[in-house]
């Protein structure tokens, strides 16, 4: 653009202004005297103060050398979740291009698109944020230049300034809608969700589910909606819930660590998107206090260490017999100098055995202490997702063992009737280095752990379950199993009690059978078939654990509805993991086929699909304040674009306006001085003389 001079007159004292009024207000006061005293040449003396005053002033004309500037139309474009159904990026593409179009054909106009509300990788910011980044955008430039900002979004906006002042540019304001005036769409809504629930009972949550109608139309209410309710992935119920009414649930936590239950409602009469017909809530289960009952068959060195290790956890409820005397002992003592108690065989076994959580067989020889038709409740207890440990000594090996009961139908091993008396130190199997209970035990593939040696052995054979441990010869040594919904855990030998003695160095006993009892109570961390997913900085992560070394493939559903298959690459200890980007706010879904993950970027349940319907109010403030206009695209078209003055509408009914702001910017200076000291000298001196002639005659 062509420069432009620019005069102007400007003034710098000689001295400070309270001095130059201080003259001016003592020559007014003088010159009022001559004039009352009809003094000769009050005139002149006049025109000498007046020279004098000017000079100090010290005028001079400025000619500035300016640049005009183009003024800068912004374009703002809300590339948000919402943004991306039901026809609006087509209409979002389509009206911008027709912007830039009628922008670049106006004289000294700039254009400048910003482009925001997209979910950044690893962000935590709920909603669509347009302004911040707008803001960001606009750094460089003076917001003087900003002629008007157009945004193109479909109004469901997060961070909308409260007032012109904090949007900090003077100019119009112009919401361009995407979407229609009367969407509808329906809307499940978590209303409250416990973080935490103890283990076995049921926690409450509060569910909503609305049926929106019409620009933040209220939402209608009456009939009723069908909600299914998944745990873990296993579809638990369907159940029908009245509409635009809160509605209590109560669901069962069934096991410590996260639990995640997934609510889905059915399609409604009105569907923008089935992004905000599921919501998700994550709860935490803790045990209030495990229950555990040990019975030890008979006294041996290795019973300290099962009580020692149970006592120490202080959430850990013990109920601890020892079998002194079995009932066909008869040696002739008097009932009244025996110091034991009886055995309270059918309060443990009938009446309480469902409010253990774990049954302990510590060398149990089957004395006739347990009459069968309570070895039939324990096996009970076990199937419907009770936890039992054997932890057999040698007379497992014959008649009297566990294995010649009833509980033989759900035990891992059978004996061969021997017992193997020689030194040998525990290994981890090859199936045990990708089983969480052992894998972290194992140390590095080919290098055997320098545990302390055991020195008697069950011989037996393991035709179901998993044995994790060998022993002598490579005998099964610890051998675990399902059993219906419950679990069973073997130890083939009653001498882990070297290890806490530490005998050669000892061994990871206190460690282990930790292990073992959290992967008989179902914690999660320990489940051998397991699949997890995170999303870390912007990507989803999966993580599936699996006894099983074939390839694994999962299906992903990402927030959108959209699928597909990815193959987990293989890694130690029975891991294998992927990884894809997860650019979208909202859940993610991963299946193996058997199990189920979910995984949320950003918050649970996002702000951005609370309320899909387009929107004028949350902007209409700001576009009034501002002078600016809003059209619906689909219903007013695309509106043209043009200039106006300072002061002049700057919307119409299919037309936006962009304020002139005629910004410059100054490329030089040149300052020419108006009084020149010898002009001021000679006007001073001559109107002296002139004022003491007339006054002289």
């Given amino acids: ?115 925001a509300g997209a979910t950044q990788p690893g962000s935590q910011e709920e909603g669509t944020h347009l302004f911040g980044p707008l803001a960001r955008a606009l750094a460089d430039l003076p917001g003087g230049r900003i002629a008007g900002i157009m945004v193109l979004s479909d ?59 019409g620009p933040r139309a209220p939402a209608s209410a009456g009939g009723s909606a069908d909600v299914t309710l998944t745990r873990d992935g296993e579809r638990l119920a369907t159940m029908p819930v009245e509409i635009g009414k809160d509605v209590d649930i109560s ?81 002739g003592t008097p009932i009244n100098e025996l110091s034991l108690i009886a055995f309270p065989i059918r309060e443990l076994f009938e009446i309480k055995l469902d409010q253990f959580d774990l049954i302990v067989f510590d060398r149990y020889r089957n004395r006739g202490v347990l009459p069968p038709a309570y070895f039939q409740n324990i096996l009970e207890y076990v199937r419907k997702g009770g ?69 008697r052995q069950v011989d037996a054979i393991a035709p179901q379950g998993t044995t994790v441990m060998s022993g002598a010869d490579g005998r099964p040594l610890l051998v675990l199993q399902h059993y219906g919904e419950g679990r069973v855990a073997q130890l083939l030998s009653d001498q882990i009690w070297l290890w806490s003695r530490g005998y050669e160095g000892g061994g990871p006993q206190a460690e282990l059978l930790r292990r073992i009892a959290h992967w008989l109570m179902k914690e999660p961390e320990l489940e051998e078939e397991n699949l997890e997913a995170t999303v870390v900085n912007g990507r989803l992560e999966v993580t599936r654990r699996s006894l099983s070394t074939a390839p694994a493939t999962v299906e992903v559903t990402g927030p959108d509805g959209k699928t597909q298959r990815l193959t987990l690459e293989a890694g130690e200890k029975g891991v294998s993991t992927v990884a894809l980007p997860a650019p979208e706010q909202g859940l993610y879904r991963v299946s193996d086929g058997t199990h189920t993950a979910f995984a949320a970027s950003g918050p649970l349940n996002p702000l951005e699909l609370a309320d899909l319907r387009a929107t004028e109010e949350p902007m209409k403030p700001l576009v009034t304040a501002s002078g600016g206009s809003i059209h619906w695209l689909a219903e007013d078209g695309i509106p043209s674009v043009r200039k106006v ?48 002639r007339r006054e002289g005659r």
């Fill in 1 to 115: 653009m062509s420069p432009l001079g620019h005069l102007t007159i400007s003034l710098a004292p000689l001295i400070p202004w309270p001095a130059i009024a201080g003259l001016g207000g003592a020559a007014l006061v003088l010159l009022a005297l001559a004039v009352g005293r009809r003094a000769r040449g009050t005139l002149w003396r006049a025109i000498a103060f007046a020279v004098l005053v000017a000079a100090l002033l010290n005028p001079s004309v400025v000619q500035e050398e300016r640049q005009s500037l183009s003024d800068v139309a912004v374009v703002v474009v809300d590339d948000s979740q919402s943004q991306q159904i039901e026809g609006r990026p087509q209409q979002t593409a389509e009206a911008l291009e027709r912007i830039e179009a009628s922008i670049k054909a106006l004289p000294d106009t700039d254009l400048r698109v910003v482009h």
């Fill in 155 to 213: 109004g469901e906006i997060h961070d909308v300034p409260a007032d012109l002042a904090k949007l900090g540019y003077d100019a119009p304001v112009h919401l361009l809608l995407t979407g229609r005036p009367d969407e509808g769409d329906r809307r499940l809504t978590l209303v409250r969700a416990p973080s935490f629930g103890l283990v076995g009972k049921p926690v409450t949550m509060t569910l909503r589910v609305d049926d929106l109608t």
């Fill in 251 to 331: 669901v069962p936590l069934d096991h410590a660590g996260q639990t995640v239950f997934e609510f889905s409602v059915e399609r409604g009469p009105k569907e923008l998107s089935l992004a905000n017909n599921a919501v998700v809530a994550a709860v935490s289960g803790v045990r209030d206090r495990m229950r555990v009952l040990l019975v030890s068959g008979e006294p041996h060195p290795g019973e300290r260490t099962w009580r020692n290790l149970l006592k120490s956890d202080p959430s850990v409820d013990l109920v601890h017999f020892t079998i002194l005397r079995p009932p066909e002992k008869q040696d």
């Fill in 387 to 455: 936890a039992l440990l054997d932890s057999a000594g040698e007379s497992f090996a014959g008649p009297q063992g566990l294995y010649y009961s009833p509980l033989a139908e759900m035990l891992p091993a059978e004996p061969t009737g021997k017992v193997i008396h020689a030194p040998f130190r525990p290994q981890v199997t090859d199936l045990g280095r990708r089983h969480p209970v052992t894998a972290p035990l194992a140390g590095p593939p080919g290098q055997a752990p320098s545990w302390g040696r055991w020195f």
């Fill in 645 to 692: 003055r300072e002061g002049r509408d700057t919307a119409g009914r299919h037309w936006i306006g962009l304020r002139s702001k005629d910004q410059y910017l100054v490329q030089g200076i040149r300052q020419v001085p108006l009084l020149p000291a010898f002009a001021v000298l000679l006007a001073g001196l001559g109107a002296l003389l002139l004022a003491w």
